[in-house]
């Protein structure tokens, strides 16, 4: 006996995320990033300056993954690091103006992600849906 894994919201959710995650992995390879890119040029879009230690809380990373991911933004010109000048092992990281303007852009992939794998649905079937996912997720 089977069955139908499309009655299951788990094998249709599973399904959305991955269909998503392919969208959203394509329009930032396109803009020129990875999703751990991603998420540490957002998170510092949101706040001056964050320390390493800070930023992979904000972007939700592990630290070593934090570092790799900090040095290749550095490395491009898209952050600065420095020393904390009151705690000697801490590195502070910060967004250069090309890194400002980095996450301009992709505020307007974000956009573009959203609209392609919601386009289906009115702003209202939209609101109703982060509401019940959010509730699913927490």
Not at 50 to 79: F, K, M, Y
Not at 110 to 126: K, N, P
Request: glycine share 6%.
């Amino acid at each position: 006996m089977t069955w139908p894994l499309t009655s299951h919201p788990t094998w249709i959710l599973s399904s959305a995320v991955t269909r998503s995650h392919q969208i959203l992995r394509h329009h930032l390879e396109s803009a020129g990033v990875d999703g751990y890119e991603y998420r540490c040029l957002s998170a510092l879009a949101h706040t001056n300056e964050l320390s390493q230690a800070e930023l992979g809380n904000a972007a939700v990373l592990d630290p070593r993954d934090v570092t790799h991911t900090v040095r290749r933004l550095e490395i491009r010109g898209l952050v600065s690091r420095k020393k904390d000048p009151n705690h000697g092992r801490k590195v502070l990281v910060s967004l250069t103006d090309a890194g400002v303007a980095t996450t301009g852009q992709l505020d307007r992939v974000m956009a573009d992600v959203q609209d392609e794998v919601f386009g289906r649905l009115s702003q209202d079937e939209r609101n109703a849906l982060l509401g019940l996912l959010e509730r699913v997720a927490t």
